[in-house]
Nanobody
Framework: QVQLVESGGGLVQAGGSLRLSCVAS????????MGWFRQAPGKEREIVAA???????YYGDSVKGRFTISRDNAKNTVYLQMSSLKPEDTAVYYC???????????????????WGQGTQVIVSS
């Protein structure tokens, strides 16, 4: 049984930083891509960042230059370092693991099969 558990969300002022973590279990972590998605109220879920098995990364346009995704395979953990946060970054953030191993960087939700429960990020102005 694959499980993903996110942590690190919270309330932060605009311009501040947060680091999200996602610990995975039940799968050989290092073989699979990982993604961070977010969903704001009334909006569709969108890709924030993704990292594949060899460390290649992708960032959504709205977070380029502000967010950094990384992974520690020894700890089965993927991170999302968020800096220069804006009120529009307010959302529930989800991590997910890709359906197939050893893939290129995957950027759509349909390519991920297991999801965490989400962690709320609120950025106040």
């Amino acid at each position: 049984q694959v499980q993903l558990v996110e942590s690190g969300g919270g309330l932060v002022q605009a311009g501040g930083s947060l680091r999200l973590s996602c610990v995975a279990s039940g799968r050989t972590f290092g073989r699979y891509g990982m993604g961070w998605f977010r969903q704001a109220p009334g909006k569709e879920r969108e890709i924030v960042a993704a990292i594949n098995w060899d460390g290649s990364v992708y960032y959504g346009d709205s977070v380029k230059g502000r967010f950094t995704i990384s992974r520690d395979n020894a700890k089965n953990t993927v991170y999302l370092q968020m800096s220069s946060l804006k009120p529009e970054d307010t959302a529930v953030y989800y991590c997910a693991t890709s359906k197939i191993p050893y893939s290129s960087v995957l950027t759509t939700s349909q390519e991920y099969d297991y999801w965490g429960q989400g962690t709320q990020v609120i950025v106040s102005s």
